[in-house]
Every structure is written in structure tokens, then in C-alpha cells.
């Protein structure tokens, strides 16, 4: 998770590079953590012509976060905001290391 990521949010990135490969936009899903399907974000574009942008993507390309249980000590990499372990019989909360 970065420093822009929200608790409870997806939080998914989607890398645009310009066709000079020296700029890039990045996109930021805000649908609920562990929806199923596409990533989504859309916007409202500004200007003298205001029009609606949604974008929708299947590949994350934030980079995995290393996640430690606070109860049994289970170490998860995943690229998804994470709150309760993912063990069985553990009551613990995911941290982030």
C-alpha cells in the first residue's frame, strides 16, 4: 500500500505510459477491497466541455505488501488491503510490515 491508498478500498493501479515513454498517468481502483471482477475508477473531466471518464482494467500493477498477522505471525504478500488472517482458526489482524 502507498502512502495515497485508503483502508477498505482496492486500491489497484493501472500504469499508462504517453507514447515517448516519459510521462505516465495512473489510475487508482475505488471499489470495495476484495470485489470480485474488473477493476474501476471514473471521473468527471473539467474544461469547457465537462464529460464523464470511467476506465476499467483487470491487471493490478501496484506491487505486492507484505502483511503480518498481530496473532499467529503469518506472513502474507498480497496486493490487496487485507484486515482479518487469512488462517482458519486465527482471530488476529493483518498489519502491514
Known amino acids: 500500500m502507498s502512502d ?3 483502508q ?3 486500491n489497484a493501479r ?3 505510459p504517453d507514447e515517448h515513454g516519459d510521462n505516465h498517468a495512473e ?3 475505488r471499489m470495495l477491497a476484495g470485489h470480485e471482477g474488473v477493476h ?3 471521473y468527471m473531466r473539467g474544461g469547457n466541455n465537462y464529460s464523464y471518464v ?3 482494467w483487470t491487471m493490478d500493477d501496484a506491487p505486492p505488501v507484505e ?12 496486493r490487496r488491503y487485507m484486515d482479518e ?3 482458519n482458526n486465527c482471530d488476529g489482524w493483518m498489519v502491514k510490515k
Open 85 to 87: 488472517c487469512p488462517e
Open 4 to 6: 495515497g491508498d485508503l
Open 8 to 10: 477498505g478500498i482496492c
Open 54 to 56: 470511467s476506465v476499467s
Open 67 to 78: 502483511w503480518e498477522c498481530t496473532d499467529c505471525k503469518k506472513l502474507v504478500k498480497d
Open 40 to 42: 474501476f475508477e471514473s
Open 14 to 16: 493501472l500504469h499508462i
Open 27 to 29: 489510475m487508482q481502483c
